[in-house]
């Protein structure tokens, strides 16, 4: 009896582990909260241990779990939904099903996950882009690129540049009944870093005749400079995002060797000659005075230049958006900006909407204080947030408006 009893004490304490999340007196549905997050931890302890007994890298046991929530692709009544390729891209494609009265809108989705995990087929994504082609009557593009660890950047870019270019030629607008004043790039976290590159290259490339109307960045990683803005300290330890899995998002990008993700851990990478590049990410000018507050800015140690060598992703504009030059900005289209109080990539979206608008970008940027990185497309098994509905609308909204 003593030893069930022990078990049994055990089993609650795990399961206490696992559920219980600290959150914030204001937080909205708590315990709903507390659902949606037990997964995610479960799975980081799942994928931590994997990898330390030898069996699988800890993205690739990630991707495994996350394949959990793969759907097949499944019409219905408003949406025909396919899964095909472009340019030799996987891509789960969504075509509206009733008539159109003219030509449609377009939107080119990119999904999350630091570059190294996700998929479009994932029940979150497939509800998001599945929705967002219903309420605007438009043919979505959902692209599954290659992910890290075993492809490092650029393949990511890559792909979805390479999707994104051949969707744009004229013969398959024509195809699909797509107006080719009307596309979008689209993307959440790492999948809106990757629209801010598609974009920034889309407008400097000669052999694009077809330019885009609009980008929509959802909490976009922008910048792999400075690991230790105000949002990486304040949301160091959030439950779905914290910085040491953001750091390692970042390395992984680039490369398994640990030692990129020492020296980001520690905010020691970026080279000396490399110091000009500070100026496009300096949230002591960039920021909002209230997001300064109690942050005393200090320009990061420079590092080793033998990593910059070695590894030169991280200083690459088609990985780092922010890094891009004035004049670059400038050529942009129409923009919206997403960014979530709760979120330790807050400032890249805030940055990068700060340059924006110096530039004289077209630009919508919707902050949502009480959100958390990942509430557009996270569910709880008690149903769907509230605070994530907001973001859903806010980002349907306005490409209805302007897409």
Known sequence: MGAKLRLLCLTAALLAYCFYVPLPEDCEEPWKMMLTLAPFRIAEHLAAAAEWLGLMHYMDAMQLMGRAEYIAPTSDQNVTVTDTSFSGVPVRLFVPRKEAAGLRRAVLYFHGGGWCVGDAGMKPYDHLTRWTSDKLDAVVVSVNYRLAPKHHFPAQFEDVYSVTKFFLQSKVLSQYQVDPNRVCVAGDSAGGN?????????????????????????????????????????????????????????????????SLREAMASNRHVPASASHLFE??????????????????????????????????????????????SAQLRRLPLTYVLTCGRDVLRDDGLMYAARLRAAGVPLAHHHFQEAFHGAITVTSILGELAVGHRLLNSYIKWLDENL
């Open 194 to 258: 990757l629209a801010a590159a598609v974009a920034q290259q889309l407008s400097e490339d000669p052999e694009v005749k077809t330019q885009l109307k609009a980008q929509a960045l959802i909490y976009p990683a922008l910048q792999a400079l400075d690991l230790l803005s105000p949002s990486y300290k304040e949301n160091k330890d959030d439950p779905l995002l914290s910085r040491p899995l953001m750091v390692r998002f970042w390395s992984e990008y680039f490369t398994t060797d640990p």
């Open 280 to 325: 496009f990410a300096n949230w002591s000018s960039l920021l909002p005075a209230e997001m300064r507050e109690g942050h005393p800015y200090t320009t990061p140690a420079y590092g080793s230049p033998e990593l910059a060598h070695k590894y030169p992703g991280f200083l690459d504009v088609r990985a780092a958006p922010l890094l891009a030059s």
